[in-house]
Structure formats: structure tokens, C-alpha cells
């Protein structure tokens, strides 16, 4: 606070300093002013018709015109004011004794130059003009009564008492406008004054807010760096310490004393020391940040890991001044990292023994879906082909019984291969790799239907695909995954006189959604978990399949990235949708 005391008195002083300096000139130029008119206006032209010599009038207007010059000086912040000081004294001395002396008004002008000299000159220098001023009045007082012949009395007494009356009033106007200036300018200042003042008790306030504010943060910040668990510190630019937190004593195993003050040789072992002040002078010379790490042992000799922040403190002028540190216990988390690093190995490990055991069952798979396709088919076309050869040519000397039973053996031998081609069809879809282009389902929809028509010609089902529905995906994998959805379309609604198959495109919890829908036997909401399942089927043997279709058309539209759902409704139709990238 006492700072700002002599702040505000120092504000203070400069203000009032510079109101006076402006008052001065502008009085200066009043009396300019003053001077010149009454010289040319007033003295001279009463002189005249008093018929004083002209030798005063000459003075007069000399005077008059050096005033004029002054004038023109302040137009270039020249302020001459002990010259127009001399000049006015020059002129009383010249003029004393020609025009009445001490019975004209000649003294009453030297009021004029005393009231000028408190205004216009200050401390020592005021005295010495004062003193000058004085002895020259005595001296031409003095200098009269020796010699009264010098002076040149008056013609009339009408002419010095109306001499004396101008130089009164001459006197009076310049001594009005010196007062009048100055209390003009006192109260303009004091006005000035009190705002000043006031708006300084105001920054006062202020500044004790912030001051208090700053306190605040500053214990705040003392707070948050003493409570910190990392390690904090700071170094003068020769490498004391000027600041140690709790954490930082805690690491070192040092108290406040042992190290404020002190710098690295005095805190650390030698060693320490050493690469630790290696670390500061890169810091410093670099003019940046570094981080490092650094292996401490504590008091039991237990091995610390820290992480070091070093990096320079800089004053308002940029300079380098010091160093701050932080430093954190990353013991644990090494070594939680040398942990993790090993189970990243062992997983690794284990993902190469595990790929290598799903690359040999993916090609015992193999093997047995060869061993299917090649040595399953030999004997169901072994018994199929037996079949139709007893039909043929036992036929007529077989019993009705005999001849169904061949039959049977055919269609089970036929739907066995059937269900061998799905079971191959559906390990091929897992194993394949897929090729993704641009596929029009439209058109594909359209096409399966023309093949189904064409095996059926008598059925009458009417198609509505919706054109224009472009995906991504394996074009081969999509034609069976249609195949088999439109197929089961068809099949089911066989019963209708009227078929009606829709494929199209709809909006499903604000995603876009595939949809295939029929008019057939639908199925019950309850199963429609089993519905995708392989071997599952929900209908009954009055519709072929091997329950296979559905669990293939999951798969493949799993593959692309999308699922697949039903709803159904018992005698009323069915609808399956699915979701697959748009192109």
C-alpha cells in the first residue's frame, strides 16, 4: 500500500504540474495580448495628446512590438516569459523620468511585475528578480530625490492626474487578468483534481482487489503444488533451488532446509549430481523443454523409475532466468507396461498356435466336404440308378407295395443329394472369399422369377419388384441368397390360386431395409427364432426343402455386414427382410 501511496502523490504532483505549466502559457499569451493592445491602443495615443516626448511614445510602441514577437513565439510553444519580464523592466527605467517619475504612473506598473513574478518563476529563481525589481524601484526613487531635475513634470495637473488614472487602469486590466486567469485555472484544477482523485480511490480499490485476488491465487497455486503427487521444482539460472514441494522432499528424502538454497551437489549423490546438472545446462543453452527418465534409489535402496520435465523460466524480457522441473513416479506403470508387453507376447503366441488349429480344422473340413461330395454321391446314384432299373424291368411283376417302396427309395435318395448339395453349398459360403462389386438386386429378382415362371408356367403369380435397388456385395453369393428367398416365396404361397410375390425397399428404425414379401401360409410369430437355424423347418412334408435355404441366406447376408428378420402371420404370408451396404 505504500507503494501505491507514492504512486497516486507522484500522479498527483505531475497533474498539478502539468495544469500549471498550461495555465502559464495561457496567461502569457493574455499578457502578450494585454501588453501590445494597451501599448498601441491606450498609452501611446494618450501620450500623444498630452504631448509627452516623443521618445516615449518610441519606447512604447518598441515595447509593443517585442510582445508582438513573443506572441507569435508561443504560435511555436516558445514561451518567453523572464524575457517579456526584462522587457517590461526595461521599459519603466527608459521611460521614468521623461514622463512625471514618481508623480506619474510609472510606479503603479510595478505591481504588474511583482504579481508576475510568483506566477512565472519558481523557487530560487523567482527571488532573484524579486530582489532585482526591488532595488530598482528604490534605486530610481533614490536617483530622483538626488537629481529632481531629471524628471520632466507634467504640463498640467490634468495631464498627470489623467496619466495616472490610464496606468491605474492599465495596471488594474493586467493585474485582472493575471487574478482572473489564476483562479480560473485553480478552480479548472480543482475540479480536475477531485475527478483525479476520485478515480484513483477507485483504481486503489481496484488494485487492493486484485492484489487480494492475486494473494488468493497465489496460496491456491501453493496449494495445488504442494498437494500434487508428481515432484515440483524450481532453479535459479546458477542452479539453487528456490522452490521444493512436499512430493519432491518425499522422492529425496529431504527437508525444506537441506535444499532451498542448495543446488544439485548439495542435494544428490555425486553421480546424481552430475547428470542431473548435464540435463539443466542442455535445458538452459537450448532454450527448450526436455523430457527424460531417470532411475532414483530411495532410502532402502529401492529402485525408482521417474519421468523429468525440465524447461526454462523466462522473465518479461524474454530472458532466461532459471528452471522448472517436474518429476513423476512411473515405477508402477513401467512396470505394468513390461507386464502387458509380456501378455502381448503370450497372446501372440497363442493367436499363432490358435490360427494354425482353425487352419487345420478349416482343412479337415475340406477333406471331409470332399469326402462327402465324392464318395457319399457314388452310392446314392448307385441306389437310385438300382431303383429305376428294378422299375423298369421288374415293374409289371412287382406288387403295388413293392412298386411304392422303390419309390420311396428314389426320393429319399434324391432329397439325401439335395441335402448334401445344401450342406457343401453352405460350407462353401463360410470359406469363400468375397467379391465385391456392384450388383442390381432388381435385376437378379427379376431374373430368378423368369426362371420360376418358366418351370411353371401354369401358376399364375404376379411379380412386383421394385427396379433400381443397387448394393455392394458378391454378385454369386446374392443370386443364391434371391434364389433362396424367392424361392421359399414361391413355394409357400403354391397354395394360392393367385400367387403374389413384392421385393422392394422400406425405412426400419430409420435405417433402410430389403424386404421380400408373399401371400402364402406364413408361419407363427412363436418359432420365428428357429426360422434361420439349419434342419429347422416349420412346415410340414407338403412343401420340399431340405431347411437348409434360410440358414444359408443368414449366413451370406451376415457376410456383407447386414441381418436378416421375418414377420409372419399364420395363412396370411410372410415377409423376410434383410440389410445390405448400399452402393
Known amino acids: 500500500m505504500s507503494e501505491m501511496r507514492s504512486l497516486i502523490a507522484t500522479l498527483k504532483s505531475n497533474i498539478w ?16 495580448l494585454t501588453a501590445a493592445a494597451a501599448s498601441f491602443f491606450v498609452v501611446i495615443p494618450t501620450n500623444y495628446l498630452q504631448h509627452l516626448p516623443v521618445y516615449i511614445n518610441v519606447c512604447v510602441a518598441v515595447f509593443g512590438a517585442l510582445t508582438l514577437l513573443l506572441l507569435l513565439e508561443t504560435r511555436r510553444d516558445r514561451y518567453h516569459t523572464t524575457m517579456l519580464f526584462f522587457l517590461f523592466m526595461a521599459l519603466l527605467n527608459l521611460i521614468w523620468f521623461p514622463n512625471g517619475a514618481s508623480e506619474g504612473s510609472l510606479p503603479s506598473y510595478f505591481f504588474c511585475l511583482l504579481m508576475y513574478l510568483p506566477i512565472f518563476f519558481r523557487g530560487r529563481t523567482r ?10 524601484a528604490v534605486a530610481l ?23 495616472n488614472i490610464i496606468g491605474f487602469a492599465v495596471t488594474a486590466l493586467c493585474c485582472t487578468v493575471m487574478l482572473w486567469t489564476l483562479l480560473r485555472s485553480y478552480e479548472t484544477e480543482q475540479n480536475r483534481l477531485v475527478g483525479l482523485n476520485e478515480e484513483l480511490q477507485r483504481l486503489v480499490v481496484e488494485r487492493a482487489a486484485v492484489e487480494g485476488a492475486l494473494l488468493q491465487n497465489r496460496e491456491l497455486l501453493n496449494s495445488v503444488i504442494d498437494g500434487t503427487t508428481d515432484a515440483v521444482f524450481v532453479k535459479d539460472i546458477s542452479g539453487r533451488y528456490l522452490l521444493f514441494n512436499a512430493a519432491a522432499c518425499h522422492m529425496t528424502g529431504k527437508s525444506l532446509d537441506q535444499v532451498l538454497g542448495r543446488d544439485d551437489n548439495e542435494v544428490f549423490p555425486q553421480e546424481v549430481a552430475r547428470a542431473v546438472m548435464e540435463m539443466d545446462r542442455e535445458v538452459l543453452q537450448g532454450n527448450q523443454a526436455m523430457t527424460v527418465e531417470r532411475e532414483l534409489k530411495t532410502g ?11 524447461g526454462p523460466l523466462h522473465n518479461k524480457q524474454g530472458d532466461v532466468v532459471g528452471l522448472f522441473g517436474i518429476a513423476r513416479d ?3 506403470s513401467r512396470r505394468m507396461a513390461e507386464e502387458l508387453r509380456l501378455l502381448n507376447q503370450e497372446l501372440e503366441r497363442r493367436v499363432v498356435e490358435r490360427t494354425e488349429r482353425l487352419e487345420s480344422a478349416m482343412q479337415e473340413q475340406e477333406a471331409f466336404s470332399y469326402s462327402v461330395s465324392h464318395d457319399l454321391r457314388g452310392p446314392l ?13 421288374f415293374g409289371p411283376s412287382l ?21 448334401i448339395d445344401d450342406l457343401l453349398e453352405l460350407s462353401r459360403i463360410g470359406r469363400s472369399d468375397l467379391k465385391k462389386v456392384e450388383v442390381s438386386l432388381s435385376d437378379l429378382a427379376f431374373g430368378i422369377g423368369c426362371k420360376l415362371q418358366d418351370a411353371e408356367p401354369a401358376r399364375r403369380v404376379d411379380f412386383l419388384i421394385e427396379p433400381g435397388l443397387q448394393v455392394e456385395g458378391d454378385r454369386l453369393l446374392l443370386e443364391l441368397m434371391l434364389e433362396n428367398l424367392v424361392g421359399n416365396a414361391w413355394k ?26 408373399d401371400n402364402g401360409v406364413g408361419f407363427d410369430m412363436a418359432y420365428q427364432d428357429k426360422l434361420f437355424g439349419a434342419f429347422q423347418r416349420l412346415h410340414g412334408a407338403e412343401f420340399e426343402g431340405t431347411g437348409i435355404g434360410l440358414a444359408t441366406v443368414k449366413r451370406i447376408v451376415e457376410r456383407h455386414g447386414g441381418a436378416v428378420w421375418a414377420n409372419g402371420v399364420v395363412d396370411q404370408g410372410a415377409t423376410v427382410y434383410f440389410t445390405l451396404p448400399r452402393c
Open 127 to 136: 527571488w532573484l528578480p524579486l530582489l532585482l525589481t526591488v532595488l530598482d
Open 17 to 32: 504540474q502539468r495544469g500549471s505549466s498550461t495555465m502559464e502559457q495561457h496567461l502569457f499569451v493574455l499578457l502578450c
Open 330 to 332: 512411473v515405477t508402477q
Open 381 to 393: 446314384r448307385h441306389i437310385n440308378s438300382y431303383g429305376s432299373i428294378l422299375l423298369e424291368e
Open 492 to 517: 409357400y404361397s403354391s397354395v394360392r390360386a393367385r400367387a403374389r410375390i413384392e421385393f422392394g425397399c422400406c425405412r426400419h428404425d430409420g435405417k433402410g431395409a430389403f424386404f421380400i414379401k
Open 141 to 163: 526613487m533614490v536617483l530622483e530625490l538626488q537629481f529632481p531635475e531629471w524628471a520632466t513634470p507634467f504640463r498640467t495637473e490634468q495631464d498627470r492626474i489623467a496619466d
Open 399 to 419: 406288387a403295388p407295395e413293392a412298386k411304392g417302396y422303390l419309390e420311396r427309395i428314389r426320393t429319399s435318395s434324391k432329397r439325401m443329394g439335395d441335402l
Open 300 to 310: 532402502s535402496g529401492a529402485p525408482w523409475v521417474l519421468e523429468v520435465i525440465k
